[in-house]
């Protein structure tokens, strides 16, 4: 019987651990989908390097109160996956929103965003941000907007030059 308990304390320490390391947890309630569904959603989040489970709610509610995220509780209820992320904060909502959006059946119940607790609202605003690259790409871009409008406006000033001179 004990050896029963201690396995059961070592799975609730580490969902306790993956609650505090990762950047971004999502929780669903995947009741509805089919089993080729959610190996196309274990797939997609596996390729992102989103690591997607299923634990008993009552060792999950344990683990939450050991990572101080006591308010989850209220939400593991049901059927309910846990998407961890360790890299990404943007990686699990992105694509658990995107999968929702073609799969009705996938409800998104809350989120753990850098150890904060997160709305569903929250998690699918974090789903609609552009990814890292993107937002890269986009600062580069207004960074290099004052270069190359000097770099035009200097060429027109030397076209008309050029245009007077001859």
């Known amino acids: 019987m004990s050896q029963i308990i201690e396995k059961k304390k070592q799975v609730v320490s580490e969902i306790a651990a993956k609650l505090r390391e990762s950047k971004s947890t999502v929780l669903v309630d995947y009741r509805g989908l089919n ?3 959610v190996t ?3 797939k997609q989040l596996r390729e992102a390097g989103v690591e997607f489970k299923v634990y008993k709610n009552t060792m999950s509610r344990r683990a939450t109160e050991e990572a101080n995220l006591a308010e989850l509780n209220e939400q593991l209820v049901g059927p309910t996956a846990i998407a961890f992320s ?3 904060v943007i990686a699990p909502a992105k694509i658990i929103h995107g999968f929702a959006k073609k799969h009705e059946a996938l409800e998104i119940k809350a989120g753990v965003i850098e150890g904060n607790i997160a709305s569903v609202e929250d998690v699918q605003a974090l789903a609609e941000l552009p990814s ?3 937002l ?3 600062l580069l871009s207004v ?3 004052p270069v190359r409008n000097f770099a035009l406006a200097t060429k027109a000033v030397a076209d008309q030059k050029e245009e007077q001179g001859a």
């Open 86 to 88: 360790a890299d990404d």
């Open 40 to 42: 196309e959603l274990r």
């Open 143 to 145: 960074l290099q907007a």
């Open 35 to 37: 089993v080729a569904e």
């Open 132 to 134: 890292r690259e993107g």
């Open 136 to 138: 890269l790409s986009m």
